[in-house]
T-cell receptor, first 114, second 113 residues
Framework: NAGVMQNPRHLVRRRGQEARLRCSPMKGHSHVYWYRQLPEEGLKFMVYLQKENIIDESGMPKERFSAEFPKEGPSILRIQQVVRGDSAAYFC????????????FGPGTRLTVT | QQQVKQSPQSLIVQKGGISIINCAYENTAFDYFPWYQQFPGKGPALLIAIRPDVSEKKEGRFTISFNKSAKQFSLHIMDSQPGDSATYFCAASRTGGGNKLTFGTGTQLKVEL
């Protein structure tokens, strides 16, 4: 059973470009969470999605950031008009339905904005 | 407002010793407390987790101690090995709150020979 997959693993964007980060949850998992880790800091919750629904986006910046988890295909975290402060590691985690909280993380996408 | 406080920030332990990392939380609605291990360049890996209905949980060399009244929990790594050198994060979540994890700031553990 493959783990959570994220791609790309590394992404370099110039200021003002768009970044698209993809996450494929573990097989059988229908819940997806995105977290951001700034250098030398812990992980911060961004958004929680189920198939075709955003359940909780309380950690998402109000502008430039969006997320989706379509019926088919991976979850996408989209950052428009990136700025240097967006440089971070972005992690996706998944959990199966009906659990009490176990989340399994992917390897992350390291975004560098130049 | 930081809801989960973790200490120490860094820790050096001799091989074979006991590593102890502490966390304190504020939100009494939290009901799930996992620990994650992260190696450089990798994603966090779920190590062990506990719920408030028990005061201790042990899995191999890893033990969580939980004190509900003090709102504190800790990770003990027995017989620490150089391969345990990593960053450890405590976290907490609330079942009714979508299970989003609130993380501590992490502890860098180094186990020396």
């Amino acid at each position: 059973n493959a783990g959570v997959m994220q791609n790309p693993r590394h992404l370099v964007r110039r200021r003002g470009q768009e970044a698209r980060l993809r996450c494929s949850p573990m097989k059988g998992h229908s819940h997806v969470y995105w977290y951001r880790q700034l250098p030398e800091e812990g992980l911060k919750f961004m958004v929680y999605l189920q198939k075709e629904n955003i359940i909780d986006e309380s950690g998402m910046p109000k502008e430039r950031f969006s997320a989706e988890f379509p019926k088919e295909g991976p979850s996408i975290l989209r950052i428009q008009q990136v700025v240097r402060g967006d440089s971070a590691a972005y992690f996706c985690a998944s959990s199966p339905p009906g659990t009490g909280g176990e989340q399994y993380f992917g390897p992350g996408t390291r975004l560098t904005v130049t | 407002q930081q809801q989960v406080k973790q200490s120490p920030q860094s820790l050096i332990v001799q091989k074979g010793g006991i590593s102890i990392i502490n966390c304190a939380y504020e939100n009494t609605a939290f009901d799930y407390f996992p620990w994650y291990q992260q190696f450089p360049g990798k994603g966090p890996a779920l190590l062990i987790a506990i719920r408030p209905d028990v005061s201790e949980k042990k899995e191999g060399r890893f033990t969580i101690s939980f004190n509900k009244s003090a709102k504190q929990f800790s990770l003990h790594i027995m017989d620490s090995q150089p391969g345990d050198s990593a960053t450890y994060f405590c976290a907490a979540s609330r079942t009714g709150g979508g299970n989003k994890l609130t993380f501590g700031t992490g502890t860098q553990l180094k186990v020396e020979l």
